[in-house]
């Protein structure tokens, strides 16, 4: 089963935070750009990179 990935970003105040249908919602963001940059690097990697949990903690993976 293929999990599809629409990425989209959120305004919250002066922030701009990437979500996607999958579950997953990047970092809050001062900077649109960013949140839509977090938004691509999900979206070409789901399984790697930027991770958060539902209650908004930030984990990044370290090599
Ligand atoms: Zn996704």
């Known amino acids: 089963m293929q ?3 629409e990425t989209r970003t959120t305004e919250r105040g002066s922030f701009s ?3 996607c249908t999958c579950g997953w919602c990047g970092p809050a963001r001062r900077s649109r750009e960013r949140a839509r940059v977090d938004a691509q690097l999900h979206r070409s990697r789901p399984e790697t990179g ?3 949990t539902p209650g908004g903690v930030t984990v ?3 090599g």
């Open 17 to 19: 935070i990437a979500s």
């Open 50 to 52: 930027l991770l958060t």
């Open 3 to 5: 999990q599809q990935h």
């Open 60 to 62: 990044t993976r370290r």
